[in-house]
């Protein structure tokens, strides 16, 4: 009889971070379950993956923007009979202005996504993971989780979320067989600086920063969540950068943050 092989179910998996760790986990003998909005550019990942790794790739388009999303696509996951055995909230986005004027919309799908849906999601999956003593959850947070960022505060709050969130999990889960692990990557070459309107910005434009490839990031939060580790921190300038507001008061490093994305738009 052959056994099944694990499934991965990978949110915001169209491109970027999201597309590269699905390869990662189809690489390693997953079958994955692919979702985002468009559902054209989960296909055309479904068809790579099936081709190059010899796996199941399942679409699922969802906006999880909608509250409705998270549980319907859990529902959606039992109808067909499919059991996730690793869980990837990589779903999220960002925005680079100043709360008082930044889209008030775009403002509460951010949150709705990058909260709202990470907790509904891990919600739904994690009870079937703690019976079977088997699963693993993989949050992408961000380098933003460990300071307030001016200029981009409700990114960095939601982000902010996510980590401690994950750490709290994780250790709840102590001995269940179950482990949670948050990635933290720092700038990456992705459309997320489309999104969130920031491509522009000299900060990343023109190298102020290091920027990793999505590639890159996502080999580092698969190796980490296989390994069961909390938290990851993707590249070492970025370990360094994380580690600062350790040792650095908060209003310096709001000051300090808040002065880089502030000349970045100059």
Same mark, same amino acid.
């Given at each position: 009889?052959?056994? +099944?092989?694990?499934?991965?179910?990978?949110? %915001?998996?169209?491109?970027?971070?999201?597309?590269?760790?699905?390869?990662?986990?189809?690489?390693?003998? !997953? *079958?994955?379950?692919?979702?985002?909005?468009?559902?054209?550019?989960?296909?055309?990942?479904?068809?790579? @993956?099936?081709?190059?790794?010899?796996?199941?790739?399942? $679409?699922?388009?969802?906006?999880?923007? #909608?509250?409705?999303?998270?549980?319907?696509?859990?529902?959606?996951?039992?109808?067909?009979?499919?059991?996730? *055995?690793?869980?990837?909230?990589?779903?999220?986005?960002? #925005?680079?202005?100043?709360?008082?004027?930044?889209? !008030?919309?775009?403002?509460?799908?951010?949150?709705?996504?990058? @909260?709202?849906?990470?907790?509904?999601?891990? !919600?739904?999956?994690?009870?079937?993971?703690?019976?079977?003593?088997?699963?693993?959850?993989?949050?992408?947070?961000?380098?933003?989780?460990?300071?307030? %960022? +001016?200029?981009?505060?409700?990114?960095?709050?939601?982000?902010?979320?996510?980590?401690?969130?994950?750490?709290?999990?994780?250790?709840?889960?102590?001995?269940?067989?179950?482990?949670?692990?948050?990635?933290?990557?720092?700038?990456?070459?992705?459309?997320?600086?489309?999104? &969130? #309107? $920031? &491509?522009?910005? =000299?900060?990343?434009?023109?190298?102020? $920063?290091?920027?990793?490839?999505?590639?890159?990031?996502?080999?580092?939060?698969?190796?980490?969540?296989?390994?069961?580790?909390?938290?990851?921190? =993707?590249?070492?300038?970025?370990?360094?950068?994380?580690?600062?507001?350790? @040792?650095?008061? /908060?209003?310096?490093?709001?000051? $300090?943050?808040?002065?880089?994305?502030?000349?970045? /738009?100059?």
């Amino acid at each position: 009889m052959t056994t +099944p092989r694990p499934l991965a179910l990978v949110t %915001g998996a169209s491109s970027g971070i999201g597309a590269d760790l699905a390869r990662e986990y189809a690489r390693d003998g !997953h *079958d994955v379950v692919l979702v985002a909005r468009t559902e054209s550019a989960l296909a055309s990942l479904a068809d790579e @993956i099936t081709r190059d790794f010899g796996v199941t790739a399942t $679409v699922i388009p969802a906006d999880l923007s #909608d509250p409705a999303a998270p549980r319907n696509l859990f529902d959606e996951m039992a109808a067909r009979g499919l059991t996730v *055995d690793v869980l990837v909230n990589n779903a999220g986005f960002g #925005d680079g202005k100043p709360f008082a004027a930044s889209d !008030h919309a775009k403002t509460m799908g951010m949150i709705q996504v990058n @909260i709202a849906a990470l907790t509904d999601l891990m !919600h739904a999956f994690l009870p079937g993971m703690v019976e079977r003593r088997r699963g693993k959850v993989l949050n992408v947070a961000s380098t933003a989780a460990f300071q307030a %960022g +001016p200029g981009m505060s409700v990114y960095c709050a939601t982000k902010a979320y996510a980590l401690s969130l994950s750490e709290g999990v994780a250790e709840e889960l102590k001995g269940t067989g179950v482990t949670v692990t948050a990635l933290c990557p720092g700038p990456t070459r992705t459309n997320f600086m489309d999104v &969130a #309107d $920031v &491509a522009d910005n =000299a900060l990343f434009s023109k190298g102020r $920063v290091p920027v990793m490839t999505a590639a890159e990031v996502a080999r580092i939060g698969f190796r980490a969540a296989k390994a069961g580790q909390v938290v990851v921190v =993707a590249g070492l300038l970025n370990q360094i950068g994380a580690f600062a507001p350790r @040792i650095t008061p /908060r209003s310096v490093m709001r000051k $300090v943050t808040g002065r880089l994305l502030a000349s970045g /738009r100059h």
